[in-house]
């Protein structure tokens, strides 16, 4: 709901009320594809009534979107209108027109308008886990939407982004203005870059093209107050470099932008008419006032006169609250302003059991307004004073103008010390000439007017009455209950205070044994809901009254231990097998606050149990490491503070392979002592693969596969024959098989050659050998020759372990050579460089 929350409303599972603060102070991914015409052709005009219904309609019964709020349009150069909202809720109704307590919540999103019909809404994230369109920048952050502009063909969003700065969803912080980029048709996102610009205004309340510059509203919250500031960049894009409306002319310096206006919501509209420009808000300089106004002038800057009251929204009689008007000049019926607001309620459940409170209604009104014959209205009141009485009212009086009895008097107010800069009625037109004024706040300076309404029009203001609030604090709340629920929620409810429109509520946890008291929530309202409460835990409670005059004392505490019910089984439980063997998982969501545990068991291999559970937090699981050709059962069990509720109804599916298409490639080969080094490549990483061999050498003809796998890129091939020239191809493979062969490689394992060897005649006809190892696990054998008698190599009769070895019973007075050879019990390496020794 629009930036616009003073308070915080502390409830579980959904987003609290935020536009209480605006009414108290004043990848793409899509459901579906994209929409794009064949060809390109204008949004006709629309009538409000046909708007209301369609989105009444589409929240009805797309199953895509059932709400959201700011409500800004802008037009395609396809034709299509873009529809932006910022807090939206997703997902379909239930039959009762009923919105669960398991919706999706994001904080932005699009929805397409094409040929008349609301055809597809736009976010990020997935159809089974939504996210916003515009995806927060880090966490604990967000952003809401603002209007739009088309350049060139790129969508430019502006968006605001806030900072939680609390434990609470309504506990944020403007942290400055981004400008969000999409490619068109396709709505795709291109670009997310932050504006320089500052936290004060919230940049977007309207984008207005006029000229050879496009217009860019802002609205600052300061304290109740809310005032308008505009800013402008040359042609139509919003890249460019901004400059800022100082009262005397522009500047690119932000700090210098002035404030045209108070009284402005978050979100409001401007529009050229004829010679004018006119701004359309709802009322903000009054609390939760339900009536829209427009305010004129004769440039895009002010100054601006007014209000013109336009329309009272009939759904603040049913209790709910209005805010974030906006124009839609582009779908507007000619003579006519197309206005659209929105609407929402201070306790949440309501907007959960009655779904259409929280979207958009629209509105026409004839402008310009047709204005009465100066010469026919009555005239003005005179003599008006207004006296303060000490309890936060003021007593007005004045002379009446005539003694006709069917003329009525309608009561106008400025907070001087709040620097409004215009007057707002105050309560409804009375009969007699007084009038007590009362929510004033203490030390305030008012200004007062009062007008004459009669058959023939509304009177020109009288003169302005002046007077100072004084305000005592009101009394603390009395009748403070609470009731726990059964999802980890209190009720609380007090009793009303005179005069008072503003509670604080604060809460402790007694059992974790917190001394001090937070502040949870700031209601108009004397009932109010706790959500997100820890099980079997007990929380104190207090309440505080806010007037004019301050902050009453606490009210007496009050203690309730919260309550959470096991959740039940999830529902709509499916099992989807993928070509590479998992099995995908969904189910309905059970809303914040609840885990899952995933059992399955093997039916084809006879399984009767369920195995360990696997945990997940939201409603999606992929089974893994699962046979081929086996079904499987699955059961899904949601589980909350409360501890685990019972299990779904059981899906099966089976899981199937699809064997590996992709060839691996590159495969090279090291040969090493009666082994073999493979590496090769893959398109994809990791995996499995089987390695082929043949012995050419012993005339084999058909790959014989190795017995055991090989997960990755490499493998060592051990056991060969040394001399034996070897063929060897690798294929990826699953559980359905293996793949296609690479491209074969050959190589010849060989044992490695002994080096170093030296010879040292000893005397006695023996001869001291030594030589540098060749490797682990090798023995040697020693070769000699007599040359002087012209022998022929023979070897010694004992292998060698170590490396040194001692000739004996050698011819003295003969040359010997000697050679070493390593060996493994099956082969001998190449002898090594032969050495040639006299003995003695």
Avoid: C
Wanted: hydrophobic share 35%; glycine share 10%; charged share 20%.
């Amino acid at each position: 709901m629009t930036n616009s929350a003073t308070g915080r409303r502390a409830t579980g599972g959904r987003p609290p009320a935020r536009w209480l603060l605006a009414l108290h102070t004043a990848v793409l991914l899509a459901v579906g594809p994209a929409v794009v015409p064949d060809r390109p052709g204008d949004e006709p005009s629309i009538s409000a009534d046909r708007l209301t219904a369609l989105f009444d309609r589409y929240g009805d019964t797309s199953g895509q979107w059932s709400g959201g709020d700011r409500t800004a349009s802008v037009t395609l150069p396809d034709g299509r209108t873009l529809w932006l909202f910022s807090d939206t809720f997703l997902g379909p109704m239930q039959p009762d027109g009923s919105r669960p307590r398991t919706a999706p919540f994001i904080h932005n999103s699009a929805v397409v308008q094409q040929d008349g019909e609301l055809r597809q809404t736009v976010h990020g994230g997935s159809a089974w886990r939504p996210a916003s369109l515009v995806p927060p920048p880090a966490a604990a952050q967000f952003y809401w939407i603002g209007d739009a502009t088309v350049a060139g063909q790129s969508l430019q969003v502006l968006v605001n982004r806030y900072r939680r700065t609390g434990s609470e969803p309504l506990d944020h912080a403007l942290l400055g203005t981004a400008l969000a980029t999409f490619a068109l048709p396709a709505l795709t996102p291109t670009g997310l870059r932050p504006l320089p610009v500052g936290s004060r205004i919230s940049w977007g309340s309207e984008v207005l093209h006029d000229g050879h510059h496009t217009y860019v509203y802002g609205t600052e919250a300061a304290g109740e107050a809310r005032f308008a500031h505009v800013a402008r960049v040359a042609g139509d894009d919003l890249t460019a470099p901004w400059e800022f409306w100082t009262d005397a002319g522009w500047s690119p310096s932000e700090d210098r932008s002035a404030r045209l206006l108070s009284g402005v919501g978050t979100a409001y509209g401007v529009q050229r008419v004829g010679a004018r420009y006119v701004l359309v808000t709802q009322q903000n300089n009054l609390i939760f006032s339900p009536d829209l106004v427009a305010y004129t002038a004769h440039s895009p800057t002010g100054p601006f006169e007014g209000p013109d009251y336009l329309y009272r929204a009939p759904e603040n009689e049913a209790g709910h609250l209005v805010y974030d008007a906006d124009l839609h000049p582009d779908l507007a019926r000619p003579g006519r302003l197309l206005i659209s607001y929105n609407v929402n309620d201070l306790d949440d459940a309501v907007t959960y059991a009655d779904a259409g409170v929280y979207r958009p209604r629209f509105l026409e009104v004839a402008w310009p307004r047709r204005r009465s014959d100066p010469g026919d209205l009555p005239p003005p009141p005179a003599d008006l004073t207004a006296v303060a009485d000490g309890g936060g009212h003021a007593r007005l009086a004045w002379r009446a103008p005539g003694a006709d009895d069917e003329l009525r008097y309608q009561v106008h107010r400025r907070d001087v010390t709040a620097g409004q800069t215009h007057f707002v009625r105050v309560g409804e037109p009375v009969t007699d000439p007084g009038y007590s004024a009362d929510f004033l706040v203490n030390g305030h300076d008012y200004e007062f007017r009062v007008t004459t309404v009669s058959g023939r029009g509304e009177s020109r203001p009288s003169a302005a009455a002046r007077m100072t609030a004084r305000v005592p604090p009101p009394p603390p709340p009395g009748g403070v209950r609470a009731v726990a629920g059964v999802a980890g929620d209190v009720m609380l409810h007090w009793d009303p205070v005179p005069f008072v429109q503003l509670f604080r509520v604060e809460q402790r946890n007694l059992t974790t044994g917190e001394r001090s008291r937070s502040l949870v929530l700031t209601h108009t309202g004397t009932s109010a809901s706790f959500g997100s409460l820890r099980h079997g835990e007990t929380y104190e409670f207090t309440v505080v009254a806010v007037g004019g005059g301050g902050d009453s004392p606490p009210s007496v505490p009050v203690r309730a231990t919260a309550f959470v019910a096991p959740p039940p089984a999830p529902s709509g439980l499916t099992a989807a097998p993928r070509p590479d063997g998992t099995i995908a998982l969904t189910w309905t969501t059970l809303g914040p606050g609840v885990s899952y545990q995933v059992q399955r068991r093997d039916v084809t291999a006879g399984e009767r149990r369920l195995g360990q559970p696997s945990p997940e937090g939201g409603a999606e699981h992929t089974a893994r490491y699962l046979t081929h050709d086996h079904e499987y059962e699955f059961t899904v069990t949601a589980v909350n503070s409360g501890g685990a509720g019972p299990m779904s109804a059981p899906v099966r599916a089976r899981a199937r392979y699809t064997p590996p298409t992709m060839t691996p490639t590159g495969l090279r080969a090291e040969p090493g002592p009666g082994s073999v080094e493979l590496t090769w490549r893959s398109a994809k990483p990791g995996g499995w693969y089987e390695v082929y061999r043949r012995d050419l050498t012993a005339g084999q003809r058909d790959f014989t596969a190795e017995e055991v796998r090989v997960n990755g890129t490499g493998a060592t091939v051990i056991q060969l024959r040394n001399g034996h020239e070897y063929e060897f191809a690798v294929a990826a493979v699953n559980e359905a098989g293996a793949g296609p062969l690479s491209e074969p490689v050959r190589a010849t394992p060989q044992l490695p050659t002994p080096t170093g060897l030296t010879a040292t005649a000893m005397g006695n006809g023996e001869v001291r050998l030594s030589w540098r190892s060749a490797g682990p696990s090798l023995f040697y054998r020693l070769y000699l020759r007599d040359t002087t008698r012209g022998e022929t190599w023979r070897p010694d009769p004992y292998p060698v372990q170590d490396t040194s070895h001692t000739a004996v019973l050698l011819t003295r007075g003969h040359r010997y050579e000697f050679r070493v050879v390593a060996a493994d019990g099956t082969a001998e390496s190449r002898p090594s460089h032969p050495v040639a020794v006299d003995v003695r």
